[in-house]
């Protein structure tokens, strides 16, 4: 029962960011039905979140002394030998910090100047070799087994751990990992003490980088505790459901691998059925026996038909339960649910990607994982937040970049209906990175959203080789083996440049590169062709001159660099033709690190379509108008240009009317006709007052207006949601604005807002999207404020534990302050 309180207070908490799926608050009753239907028992197996009540401390990676004797102390020598370090049990951690997971601990570091390429691509943040004091952390936890829980098997499962990362239990070494990014587990079983205190000890090694980009360090995502019976299904890859539709019906297969650890070998069965999101059994499978010997793994595949599915697709993300249960003399001694989605994908060199038997463009967006306060340390409901942004822009798919995201985001992308291109962090065969793409595919091909999967991106070396090819049919071919229900791609930055990888791709990625498509896929008709990297615009909201002190970029979609071009150029020549798949924007959000066309001051990237904080720019109107059917019509820049009257403004409009008239204090500025996927531009003499633009869309007037402001007079917070679930993991966010006399925003304000919070909850990050901030995104001692830039900041609040209201203050110097309540309760 605990596991299947845990598990739907987690989908809660998620899926609470809208009100159009309240549908999936049903969720909170589906796993206890499922695990009691028909009279079955309820399984042993748990799967406990593990995130709280952890001990932190930096380490060094140059003094060992510093680092806890870590390096000079032989801890490898004997089992359970500890040398004198932190990872005894009996170690007094009593002055470490205390944390809950997910942690991540550079957001916190001060920026930091220094001349080298990877300091600057990772956010002028003090990480890595050259940092050696600011690079490893150490984690310790306390936790107690009771005795008579000592004939179950138990597991340490961490969803993503940067970077490598070395694991003990009661002093005994268990493993180590060294990607940053994808999930692993540990069986603890043998170390465990049984009604006693147990102490788990992570250290975490950062030194070196994966990635050119932010990255952050520690263990960033969440940690599990696993408990199961000796025969069990595997934790990675143990139930793999897919399906094949045919006319009105469905076949679903559900793939079971099970694992006996027992002593003996066993005799068993398998049984599994699917039920409706609500819980309700539309169809059982058939009871099928295994036989086990110790140590022996048995795969079982079953099929289920189902009539008149209800098909997953964009506009109707519907998810199915299947449960499979293990059963031992008439007992469940083990039991498993996949949400999963019936659906079909199809893809065509003459016409593109099909879902369902639909066509459908891809209007993507690449993304990294980090946000503005919280570095990587993400809430499961930003990643809701986050995906939620992005199809109010019209987004349909979401590049996983460069590497396996939390499962978190592949959740909401399941329940939002967002697809999904899953890639591994690079290009390489040798048994660690066979193994990590591995990994990715056993635990996210169970996903709906999940389309197709990349093998690696832009590989400079290896991707125009003949090594290349090779190390790319080999992870094609255990794709294959793994997933034969979907396809892969390259994310290739190669031209047509043919040998090498796009040899044997299934899928030919284009990053860039654009020009060349035509006669690429002339020469290859028989390849689809898919814009896996387009666009990397620059621009800096709210700004609408090129600032090289500052370092910002207009905000507007005319800045790019060499390699690429503008949101305008692309789109056209994605929707133009029916045959080339669509594309993935860089990027959905700015984000931490790579900055260009600047550096210092820079200390995050221009290249998103939303800034660091998911506040849109004004090139998210430009893909608003074309890729959605909303109503959109949006006047930049602002008008506020005190000191430029009489001056020439460049007045853009994004829309998707037929026509727009423009309007200046009432005075008819002319009308012009919007062209397919295009803008218009005005050339305005400056004065203050009132712009209105007048849109014409069919019989269908629609209007835009902006206006001069007045100073701020008072403050506006907005939030993303107004109840939490008091469970500590919950987490909102407030948006912060200012308004004049008139309660008009101020879209130019710089005003210092501080923050305080009464109540059961905490602030734990502020941001405001300026690519040259160097503010704390996570404040000192409580003392948390943040400027506003180009009028908006942004504050996000974790729920606490006790079901009562919260009360969040804003205040300034000489402008109204706020307050904002907000109510907790106790959840399901």
Excluded at 175 to 193: E, L, N, V
Excluded at 349 to 362: H, Q, R, W
Aim: proline share 4%; with cysteine; net charge positive.
């Amino acid at each position: 029962m605990v596991f299947s309180m845990l598990v739907n207070r987690k989908l809660h908490n998620a899926l609470m960011i809208n009100k159009f799926y309240v549908n999936y608050f049903l969720l909170f009753f589906l796993l206890s039905i499922a695990l009691s239907a028909k009279g079955q028992q309820q399984s042993a197996r748990q799967h406990l979140n593990f995130d709280r009540s952890w001990k932190f401390s930096p380490g060094n990676a140059a003094d060992p002394e510093k680092d806890f004797n870590y390096g000079i102390g032989n801890i490898f020598s004997k089992s359970g030998e500890t040398s004198n370090t932190c990872i005894g049990v009996d170690y007094a951690d009593s002055s470490w910090q205390n944390v809950r997971l997910p942690h991540d601990w550079v957001v916190k570091l001060p920026f930091t100047y220094v001349k080298n390429d990877d300091i600057d691509a990772h956010g002028y943040k003090p990480v890595g070799g050259l940092f050696p004091q600011n690079s490893i952390g150490w984690y310790r936890k306390n936790f107690t087994i009771q005795k008579a829980d000592s004939g179950k098997r138990f597991e340490l499962q961490f969803d993503g751990v940067y970077r490598d990362s070395k694991i003990w239990i009661n002093g005994y070494y268990v493993g180590g990992h060294s990607s940053g990014y994808t999930s692993f587990a540990f069986d603890i079983t043998d170390f465990i003490q049984f009604g006693k205190k147990n102490v788990v000890v992570v250290r975490v090694d950062a030194t070196q980088f994966e990635g050119w980009f932010y990255e952050g360090a520690g263990i960033y995502r969440h940690a599990w505790l696993n408990s199961y019976d000796n025969v069990h299904f595997k934790t990675a890859g143990g139930v793999f459901v897919y399906s094949s539709i045919t006319g009105d019906k469905a076949k679903v297969f559900l793939k079971n691998a099970v694992e006996n650890k027992s002593l003996r070998t066993l005799a068993d069965s398998v049984y599994s059925y699917i039920t409706d999101r609500n819980g309700k059994i539309i169809v059982k499978g058939r009871k099928l026996p295994v036989s086990l010997s110790v140590n022996g793994v048995g795969e079982l595949t079953d099929s289920l038909a189902v009539s008149k599915p209800r098909l997953w697709s964009l506009d109707d993300p519907y998810l199915y339960r299947a449960i499979s249960l293990i059963i031992k003399g008439g007992r469940t001694v083990d039991s498993t649910m996949v949400r999963f989605g019936i659906r079909s994908l199809r893809f065509q060199s003459d016409s593109g990607f099909f879902l369902n038997d639909k066509p459908v463009k891809i209007k993507g967006v690449s993304c990294h994982q980090d946000h503005a306060g919280l570095g990587t340390a993400l809430p499961d409901y930003l990643q809701f937040y986050r995906i939620n942004l992005l199809k109010k822009m019209g987004v349909n798919a979401y590049r996983a970049t460069h590497n396996p995201p939390t499962p978190e985001l592949l959740d909401a992308c399941d329940s939002l209906g967002m697809l999904v291109m899953d890639e591994t962090r690079l290009l390489n065969s040798g048994q660690e990175y066979e193994q990590q793409f591995r990994d990715l595919i056993l635990r996210d091909r169970n996903h709906a959203s999940v389309f197709m999967w990349s093998i690696g991106n832009e590989e400079y070396v290896t991707q125009r080789t003949d090594i290349g090819k090779r190390m790319a049919q080999h992870q094609l071919l255990l794709q294959q083996e793994l997933d034969p229900t979907r396809t892969s791609t390259y994310a290739a930055n190669l031209g047509n440049y043919y040998p090498g990888v796009n040899e044997v791709i299934p899928v030919r990625g284009f990053n860039y590169n654009l020009t060349g498509i035509d006669a690429y896929h002339k020469q290859h008709p028989l390849q689809p062709i898919i814009g896996t990297e387009v666009a990397s615009t620059v621009t800096t909201r709210g700004i609408y001159v090129k600032d090289t002190v500052r370092a910002y970029v207009p905000d507007h979609d005319i800045t790019f660099p060499s390699w690429a071009s503008t949101a305008e150029t692309w789109w056209k020549i994605a929707d133009e033709r029916k045959w080339f798949i669509g594309g993935f924007a860089w990027t959905g959000f700015d984000y931490r690190g790579e900055p260009t066309p600047y550096r210092w001051p820079n200390v995050n990237s221009h290249f998103g379509i939303m800034d660091m904080c998911g506040f849109p720019k004004d090139i998210y109107y430009y893909y608003q108008a074309w890729w959605t059917d909303k109503d959109v019509l949006h006047i930049s820049p602002h008008w506020n240009w005190k000191g430029k009257e009489e001056q020439p403004i460049d007045v853009w409009i994004n829309s998707n009317a037929d026509k727009v008239t423009l309007f200046l204090n009432g005075k008819n500025l002319g009308t012009k006709a919007m062209p397919r996927n295009g803008h218009l531009v005005w050339s305005v003499k400056y004065e203050p007052g009132r712009l209105q633009a007048v849109g014409y869309k069919g019989t269908r007037v629609i209007k835009s207006t902006v206006e001069t402001t007045k100073q701020a007079a008072r403050i506006l917070l907005t939030p993303s949601k107004l109840k939490l679930t008091a469970d500590s993991s919950d987490a909102v966010v407030v948006n912060v604005s200012v308004l004049d006399k008139n309660g008009r925003e101020v879209p130019d304000a710089d005003n210092l807002i501080n923050f305080t919070l009464k109540g059961s909850a905490e602030i734990i990050g502020v941001g405001n999207g300026d690519p040259s901030s160097h503010e704390h995104d996570q404040c000192a001692r409580g003392h948390w404020q943040r400027k506003l830039f180009n009028g908006k900041a942004q504050v996000i609040i974790r729920s606490g534990t006790r079901p009562e209201a919260f009360t969040l203050s804003a205040s300034g110097s000489g402008i109204q302050s706020a307050n904002l309540k907000i109510e907790q309760d106790k959840g399901e």
